[in-house]
Structures are given as C-alpha cells and as structure tokens.
C-alpha cells in the first residue's frame, strides 16, 4: 500500500512572503503542527512547530516581521504517493523529521504524512499480526489433536 492513502489529503499551505505571524496564527486556527511553503504551485518549504521554537522563539526573533521564507525548512524531504509506509518512516528516521509532503511528479503536493499518524498504522499493522498469530497458535492445527 502506498503512502497516499495514510495521508491528510487537505494540504495546507502558505506563500514564502507570509509572516511568522500569520502563518502561525493559521495553524493554530486549523490545528496543524506544519504548513507548506508553496509558491505557484510548488513546494519551496515547509514550516512546523519545531521550526519556530528552534528558528523563531529561541533565537528572539520578531514573527510580527519575519517572512516564512526565512525560517522554513528547505530544501524539503519528500515521499512519492507509490512508496510505502515502511519508506516513509526510514525517510523521517534518517533526517530527524515528523512530517513529510506526499508528492506526485506529474501532479505535485497530494498530501502530508506526520509521524504519529505512520507510527498508529504500524501499531495497526502489528496488533493484527499478533491477532493472526495467537489464533494461529491457538487453533487446532496440523498435527493436533
């Protein structure tokens, strides 16, 4: 199964000449940890919640005056729609990351994927191996009596 189907198909995005500001004001309206940097069409970025405790609030920085391009993620990590959960995770792992835009060549942006979102399908995924496992077990199988 392919990533697209785990992710927030509603992307959410902002222009690189937003403010902090604004574009914090933004997700905390819609509730969303990152935002997209888009700018015609494409993905230049991507702003989260890290970024502005680390890039914004640590360094004291004005987010009144502060564009978005300045303090954004980039160049930005992303997945195709085509790979795979397991992908995905190995991606956030090795960069340190916990959202990642779900791409399309072709189309562009489809989606964004967070990390607990890809960590709740695997524990999905595992709490029905083990179900399949102990019926498994449990059943009477070859050999039984």
């Given at each position: ?58 360094t004291r920085l004005n987010p009144k005056e502060l ?79």
């Amino acid at each position: 199964m392919g990533v697209l189907n785990l992710s927030k198909r509603k992307v959410t995005s902002t222009h690189p000449s937003a403010t902090v500001q604004e574009t914090v004001e933004k997700m905390a309206e819609l509730e969303i940890s990152a935002i997209l940097v888009m700018e015609n069409g494409e993905l230049r970025g991507i702003f989260t919640e890290r970024d502005l405790l680390r890039r914004v609030v640590a360094t004291r920085l004005n987010p009144k005056e502060l564009p978005i391009s300045e303090v954004m993620s980039s160049p930005t990590k992303t997945v195709l729609a085509s790979d795979s959960p397991e992908d995905a995770l190995r991606i956030m792992r090795e960069c340190e990351i916990r959202h990642l835009p779900v791409v399309d060549p072709k189309v562009g942006v489809l989606g964004i994927l967070s990390l607990p979102l890809l960590l709740n399908h695997r524990i999905d995924q595992l709490n029905s191996e083990t179900e399949s496992l102990a019926a498994f077990i449990n059943a009477d199988g070859p050999g039984g009596d």
